[in-house]
């Protein structure tokens, strides 16, 4: 199946197109959708490997894409990265790290100050409260390090 025929059925670069067209992938998220699709492995990779050549398809803008997205609902970087890897992507936790702050606009650990203002700030009075917070924001995804910096400086302003 070539870009020029002209059957009814969609090509597998014109399947990719449409893929894309609807939201940010990443290489391997389009090499799936077109093996689900029926389209050949050998063939689905070569037409990835040709849209990321032609730059429709790109790791790393779909790696900054996720992370703003999941920043902005309150998910740390560990959380993000393991994400990303589901999604075919794999980066160092520092590497996420790096681009969480710089795509998120904040360090994490000033996100985490912002989502437990947000989320928690009537849920810090007991230890056991403090502790069920330190492990929701561990879920979310946040460093324990960090955490445990947030949770210090909210508490010295509270003084």
């Known amino acids: 199946m070539t870009d020029g ?9 014109q399947l990719a197109l449409n893929r894309i067209s609807a939201r940010e992938c ?8 077109l093996k ?6 050998e063939v689905a990779r070569e037409t990835v490997e040709e849209l990321v050549r032609a730059g429709y398809v790109d ?22 990265a393991a994400k990303l890897a589901a999604k075919g992507v794999r980066r160092s936790g520092s590497d996420v790290r790096l681009i969480f702050e710089e795509t998120a606009g904040v360090s994490e650990e000033l996100l985490i100050q912002k989502v437990i203002a947000r ?12 502790q069920r ?14 955490i445990r910096a947030a949770l210090r400086t909210l508490e010295s302003k509270d003084r």
Request: proline letters at 7%.
């Open 5 to 13: 025929d002209h059957s009814d059925s969609p090509t597998p670069r």
């Open 36 to 41: 689900r699709k029926g389209v050949a492995a």
């Open 59 to 80: 790791d790393e803008r779909f790696s900054r894409a996720m992370l703003r997205t999941q920043a902005a609902r309150d998910k740390g970087p560990a959380y993000i």
């Open 119 to 130: 989320r928690y700030a009537d849920k810090l009075g007991t230890p056991e409260n403090r």
């Open 26 to 33: 990443s290489a391997s998220d389009v090499r799936a959708y």
């Open 133 to 146: 917070v330190f492990q929701s924001l561990l879920r979310r995804g946040f460093s324990p390090d960090a």
